[in-house]
């Protein structure tokens, strides 16, 4: 048993030189790829430092016979992709409720303009305090207008999911934006 203890803990030793010398070496190069790739600096450092936390993670799993400069690039594009897919996401997301809310009143009053950037803020801080297993579908359904199947294959769950999860968060967003406008119904889907 004091040979299993020894032998994990010479194994972080291990890992840990091993992550050690990877970052002494490669992380300059993850950095400029980074940046290159997000084009934005505090980004490009949650990125480099994110590729290197699960570059940590796997090292025991790392072939010593593949290039390790070809394998720390793999996992810092997969993690700028992540970010540029968050960033996507709530571009669209306000994007689209912007876009949505002044078709139906175009704000043409510094006033109006005003009254609109606090309703477009209530929206946002509404969909962003739904759980992510309701956010995700909201964002795919309304912003992305992906119906239900294309929903359900994306986050691997049935449609009788999709729809559950659906229907749960536009009610609690009716019910936190009824405010607004108290007369309308939040539509079950998107017309058009």
């Known amino acids: ?16 030189i091993k992550i050690e010398s990877l970052v002494k070496e490669y992380f300059s190069y993850i ?9 934005d600096s505090h980004e490009a450092d949650d990125a480099a430092q994110d590729t290197f936390i699960a570059a940590h993670r796997a090292v025991e799993g790392f072939r010593a016979e593949a290039n390790p400069k070809t394998w720390l690039t793999s996992i810092a594009v997969n993690a700028c992709r992540s970010r540029m897919r968050k960033r996507k996401v709530r571009q669209a997301l306000s994007t689209a409720l912007v876009a949505l809310h002044l078709l139906k009143n ?10 609109q950037s ?3 803020r209530s929206i946002w801080l509404a969909v962003d305090a739904l759980d992510e297993k309701h956010r995700t579908p909201v964002i795919l359904r309304y912003v992305h ?3 239900v199947p294309e929903i359900a ?6 449609q009788g999911t999709i729809h559950s999860r659906l229907h749960y968060a536009r009610q609690k967003l009716q019910a936190q934006l009824e405010h607004l406008n108290p007369r309308e119904e939040m539509p079950d889907e998107p017309s058009g």
């Open 106 to 115: 175009p704000p043409s009053s510094p006033e109006e303009v005003a009254i």
């Open 118 to 120: 606090e309703i477009d």
């Open 31 to 39: 950095h400029r790829l980074t940046l290159s790739i997000l084009d």
């Open 153 to 158: 294959e994306i986050l691997h769950l049935s």
């Open 145 to 147: 207008e992906l119906n």
């Open 1 to 16: 048993m004091t040979r299993v203890t020894l032998t994990s803990q010479q194994d972080e030793v291990t890992s840990e």
